[in-house]
């Protein structure tokens, strides 16, 4: 499916979704979220983003920098240490995963209705208007890490659990948003990561657990993989953070529920406590 295609398709189902939002939501913040979805249809009311774009990513390892005489190594040393926890970072072709993240942001952003302007933050406008806003990508990272799963044999009268360390990739992403209109700066964080496939089963021979797994390794291309979903989740993300904005201003507070857009369906959804959203960090 073509682009443009999948962003009208996304667009309708947004649309179709925002005018028959459910009746449990009442009358008044049920008028106040459509009216956020809707007014992205018309050019004239349609919320801007100068969105200010990064041309590097970090790489870390979580392992190695724990280690906190790392620094203080000679350089044998340091590679010796590297060649045993880095698994893909000096595989991965960091041009690929960056293009996957701000290709999929700005596709993205366009797809929940905003109008993207890609520029650069000394050619930000001085003053916005309240359908304007700025998003600066200050900093990406794609970092290494290791977690802990297990399979468990619940069959028998004596359980046998077994764990395995695996290795997993993420890709963290940090936001600066400007909010004019309170003079206050935000830092906005979110990632998507995803770890070794591991699956397997205990079976008892002769009253003994025995163990069979199965492992797939990550590769480079798990880590553009979650290049291109941290660029998507960072859009929707965006969406509901100026959406329930809208809906706090224009109620006054009033309206107490949070609301969000599955991506996927359009569906426009509601509920008492924050869902899919940035971890904010409060700036100076």
Not at 40 to 54: A, I, P
Not at 109 to 123: D, I, M, P, Q, S
Not at 245 to 257: A, I, S
């Amino acid at each position: 499916m073509k682009i443009k295609q999948y962003i009208m398709k996304i667009r309708q189902g947004i649309l179709l979704i925002a005018i028959s939002i459910s009746s449990v939501c009442s009358v008044f913040s049920q008028k106040e979220a459509k009216d956020f979805v809707i007014k992205q249809y018309d050019s004239l009311t349609q919320d801007v983003v100068y969105l200010v774009l990064t041309d590097s990513i970090l790489y870390s390892n979580e392992a190695i920098s724990q280690m906190t005489y790392f620094n203080e190594l000679d350089s044998v040393a340091k590679e010796d240490i590297e060649a045993r926890y880095l698994l893909i970072g000096n595989l991965i072709d960091y041009s690929v995963a960056l293009n996957e993240f701000k290709n999929e942001l700005v596709r993205s952003l366009e797809a929940v209705g905003f109008r993207v302007v890609v520029t650069k933050a000394e050619n930000l406008p001085d003053v916005l208007s309240p359908y304007e806003h700025s998003l600066n990508v200050a900093q990406l990272e794609l970092e290494e890490y290791a977690t802990i799963d297990s399979i468990q044999n619940n069959s028998s009268s004596k359980p046998y659990v077994y764990r395995k360390t695996l290795n997993g990739i993420r890709f963290n992403a940090w936001f600066l948003y400007n909010e004019k209109d309170t003079s206050s700066s935000l830092t906005l964080f979110c990632n998507e990561e995803t770890a070794d496939y591991f699956a397997g089963e205990i079976t008892l021979k002769q009253g003994k657990p025995s163990v069979t797994y199965n492992i797939t390794k990550i590769n480079p291309n798990d880590a553009y993989r979650v290049s291109f979903f941290t660029g998507r989740t960072s859009a929707i993300y965006f969406f509901n953070l100026l959406l329930n904005k809208y809906v706090f201003l224009k109620t006054d507070g009033r309206d107490t529920n949070y609301y969000g857009i599955d991506f996927n369906s359009g569906n426009l959804l509601m509920d008492g406590a924050p869902f899919d959203n940035f971890d904010v960090i409060e700036s100076l």
